[in-house]
């Protein structure tokens, strides 16, 4: 045996494993691109074994078995046809007009081979390179189209197509060119054996390539959605999950509905990003989901059509769906829709449930870490409080202390000598610790009230700056001066006037006691937009990055508070935030441009001040506005 | 009962002429310091027979003083006076002989100064 008797061998059997893989599959899961499958690959396998049928009875030189051949032969383009058209759909007219051609090539090759062998073979040529060659580029043009290991095997396909029409028009150019042609016959063999290892890449890859091939894609889904664990908004998270799904398949559309665990409903993203809720049996995400087993429908609005307006919508043709569940728990069900028949049915499964089993994993990884993160928060919160009321305690008793000790005294005194003096020193000690408790115990109340919504702000249009105003007359006899730096023209906002004044005060009371010795706070007020802001400014020692926002919680007390004794509650900046929120507006801290910090108050400004507020019109100083601005106001 | 020198040490102004008036109108010899560095300095200067002691102050505070004070060779009878609830826990701490919580009133201050003076 040569070599090429020896290639041509293998590649014989090659295509008979083929056939008989394809067959084995058409036969166990029918579907017209399978049976079209086996119809290829038994043309090429029926030629193999009639023409070595044909040697060993010695006819095969007969013209009528030539013809029987060539016949067999030519319903391998035609089954290409029909397999472009499972794959990706043809026009009628080219499945029709390719039906007719095998007609007549049939009848030619059957009955003209003994008068006219070379007008059969340049038919034959001519069939192969127009039929097969317009599958050929389909499938390539599949391939594109396609992606992950849909795209490799139809890529295989197109290669294997391309290399067995190449073989077999090799093979009637020797058999026209007539000469002995040694090269043609190697080209020939080469060819052909490419061509079935193509095919078999193509049409029965063995599992540890498609293993190979489908790796990419899972990576690439879990590299995309690994950091949705960490996205805060579930929405957010689900819809990136949606589109990573859909991406993998290069589907053109992917859903994923979440159980609910208390109603019989499943939970989506929809197109507005908002959830959206349907029974937990609607669509074939819902049928799934109470199957609990993966499901296939070819025709979504043929099987449903009920819902068929919601299937065309979304381009929804085939779909495909798994449960999402992890240890036996029902989390929900991944759909994904493809306008045309997936055409490797099998791996788009596979791929499918992997998501599926990924998603579960992700979803599973977000639930826990959501958890545990509330968990932490309820920690702290009770960590604070705890923290809180030893803290609020140690405040109660030390003026307690005083006003108990004070008040035995008297009363041990008056005990041993009724007439004894009193003490002036002592009853100031008591008076002034007693108002110090008193200061403490309101300043409980109106945190509580405030966190309990019981406070009701009575809100009236009034100047702000009249009110910052007052607020630094109080202060003016404070030793050094106090800078009001304000525009002219009234800014008007609809307040609680004693409610945004005890803000103020107490903002200013933290900027007395945070602030510089040497420097003396400084009010600003002026308009931004449609909002007044507010500042009261201190060149203290400022507030640390990670502070500035956490001093508005209840309970909390920055660092910098906690070393000076002569404190609050600590509610302080949390009253401020609450009465502020109230009036619809928002407070925050800053840092002072020259060191020390800033708080800012932000309100609404009445759209149209009544006319009693009107000042004459001027322009507002600009933010940061500086020393010798023309509207400072000296105490 | 011979005369006590008490030292009472406390950031507090109000508290230390409180307790200082409290203990004076039982008999007591009082001196005050606001922390625990002006309190090192009363030692050397009156060498009280026993210390009222805050835990929590600034400059430094009781633990701070305490280890100090010990670490001077002085023995003197040391009570906690401090508001958290932590108060036996920190009288312990530190070694203490006593301690009373805050708020409290004369027959508290007066029992666990005496605990602690007549305490081997």
């Known amino acids: 045996m040569t070599a090429l008797e020896l290639i041509s061998l293998v590649t014989q059997v090659l295509f008979v494993g083929l056939f008989v893989a394809v067959l084995w599959h058409a036969i166990r899961h029918p579907t017209r691109a399978r049976t079209d499958t086996a119809l290829l690959f038994g043309s090429i396998v029926a030629v193999v074994v009639l023409s070595r049928a044909f040697q060993w009875l010695g006819v095969a030189e007969q013209p009528w078995a030539v013809g029987v051949l060539l016949l067999t032969l030519n319903v391998a383009p035609y089954a290409m046809i029909r397999l472009v058209d499972d794959f990706s759909g043809t026009a009628a007219w080219v499945r029709v007009a390719g039906a007719a051609a095998l007609v007549v090539i049939g009848l030619i090759s059957l009955v003209g081979f003994a008068t006219a062998p070379v007008i059969v073979e340049i038919a034959t040529i001519v069939w192969f390179l127009a039929v097969g060659g317009y599958a050929a580029i389909a499938f390539a043009r599949e391939a594109r189209r396609t992606r992950g290991i849909t795209r490799r095997r139809m890529a295989a396909v197109a290669i294997g197509a391309a290399l067995f029409i190449a073989a077999i028009v090799l093979v009637f150019l020797g058999a026209l060119a007539s000469n002995d042609t040694v090269m043609l016959s190697v080209l020939t063999q080469l060819f052909a054996l490419a061509a079935v290892l193509a095919f078999f890449l193509g049409f029965a890859p063995p599992s540890w390539i498609r293993r190979a091939w489908r790796e990419p894609d899972l990576r690439a889904f879990l590299e995309r959605s690994v950091h949705l664990t960490g996205v805060a908004d579930d929405r957010q998270a689900i819809a990136d999950l949606q589109r990573a799904a859909a991406d993998t398949f290069g589907a053109s559309g992917a859903a994923i509905g979440i159980a609910d665990p208390d109603r019989p409903v499943l939970r989506y993203v929809g197109r507005d990003g908002e959830w959206v809720e349907y029974p937990n049996d609607a669509f074939v995400g819902g049928r799934t989901f109470q199957a609990q087993h993966r499901m296939v429908v070819m025709d979504a609005v043929g099987a449903d059509p009920d819902n068929a307006a919601a299937y065309e919508r979304a381009g929804a043709h085939t779909v495909i769906a798994a449960p999402v569940s992890a240890e036996g728990r029902r989390i929900g069900v991944l759909t994904v829709y493809a306008d045309r028949a997936p055409i490797f049915i099998e791996d788009d499964l596979w791929l499918l449930e992997l998501l599926a089993d990924q998603t579960a994993v992700l979803l599973e990884a977000r639930a826990l870490t959501t958890q545990a993160s509330e968990l932490r928060g309820r920690e702290e919160a009770a960590r604070l409080k705890e923290e809180f009321l030893s803290a609020a305690a140690h405040d109660l008793r030390t003026p307690l202390t005083v006003v108990l000790g004070q008040a035995e005294l008297i009363e041990r005194r008056l005990l041993r000598d009724p007439s004894a003096p009193v003490d002036p020193a002592g009853i100031a000690r008591m008076a002034r610790e007693a108002r110090h408790l008193r200061d403490l115990v309101s300043e409980l109340l109106d945190a509580q009230r405030l966190e309990q919504g019981l406070t009701v702000m009575e809100l009236a249009p009034a100047d702000l700056g009249s009110i910052v105003e007052a607020v630094r007359a109080r202060h003016a006899d404070h030793g050094v001066p106090l800078v009001l730096d304000g525009p002219d023209e009234a800014l008007v906002a609809s307040v609680d006037r004693p409610r945004l004044e005890q803000v103020i005060e107490n903002l200013l009371e933290n900027a007395y006691k945070y602030g510089a010795d040497d420097k003396p706070p400084a009010l600003r007020i002026w308009q931004e937009g449609a909002e007044a802001r507010i500042a009261v400014v201190d060149h203290g020692a400022g507030i640390a990055d990670g502070e500035r926002e956490r001093i508005f919680e209840r309970f909390y007390r920055a660092p910098r508070a906690r070393g000076i004794t002569d404190t609050g509650m600590g509610l302080g900046l949390y009253i401020c935030r609450r009465i502020v929120e109230e009036h619809g507006g928002r407070i925050w801290a800053e840092r002072t441009p020259t060191g020390g910090a800033t708080f800012v108050i932000a309100l609404a400004l009445e759209p149209e001040a009544p006319s009693e507020f009107v000042r004459h019109a001027h322009e507002a100083p600009t933010w940061p506005s500086t020393a010798g601005n023309e509207a400072v106001a000296d105490a | ?120």
Not at chain 2, 29 to 35: L, P, R, T
Not at chain 2, 41 to 67: K, N, Q, V
């Open chain 2, 1 to 120: 009962m011979p005369e006590l020198r008490v030292l009472v040490v406390d950031d507090e102004a109000d508290i230390r002429a409180t307790v200082t008036a409290m203990l004076e109108i039982e008999g007591y010899d009082v001196d005050e310091a606001a922390n625990g560095a002006d309190a090192l300095h009363a030692i050397e200067e009156h060498a009280p027979d026993l210390i009222l002691l805050d835990m929590r102050m600034p400059i430094l505070d009781g633990w701070g003083f305490a280890s100090e004070l010990r670490r001077r060779g002085h023995r003197t009878p040391i009570v906690v006076m401090t508001a958290a609830r932590d108060a036996a826990r920190w009288a312990s701490e530190i070694a203490a002989s006593a301690f009373v919580a805050k708020p409290f009133g004369l027959d508290d201050l007066i029992t666990a100064v005496e605990r602690a003076r007549l305490q081997p």
